[in-house]
């Protein structure tokens, strides 16, 4: 995927789902194992969206 604006597309919901996930995190009666998934799935995410930020750099090119 080439186009700028997809690329941020994508970016925006994977930052939703980790948000998603963060508050999920919050919940008081979460057990340590379920916070161990869920900050994995964060980690995951951030990763992810990592990728697709160097994507849009290389896309955009230098500024």
Same mark, same amino acid.
Request: hydrophobic share 40%.
């Given at each position: #995927?080439?186009?700028?604006a997809?690329?941020f597309? +994508?970016? +925006? &919901? /994977? %930052? !939703?789902? #980790?948000? *998603? %996930?963060?508050?999920e995190? /919050?919940?008081p009666?979460?057990?340590? !194992? #379920? %916070?161990?998934?869920?900050? *994995?799935?964060i980690?995951? *995410? %951030? /990763? &992810?969206?990592?990728? +697709?930020?160097? /994507?849009? &750099? +290389?896309t955009? *090119?230098?500024?």
């Amino acid at each position: #995927m080439n186009d700028p604006a997809k690329l941020f597309a +994508v970016l +925006v &919901r /994977q %930052l !939703e789902d #980790m948000h *998603g %996930l963060a508050i999920e995190g /919050q919940c008081p009666d979460q057990s340590p !194992e #379920m %916070l161990q998934i869920l900050s *994995g799935h964060i980690c995951n *995410g %951030l /990763q &992810r969206s990592k990728a +697709v930020i160097d /994507q849009i &750099r +290389v896309t955009l *090119g230098p500024i």
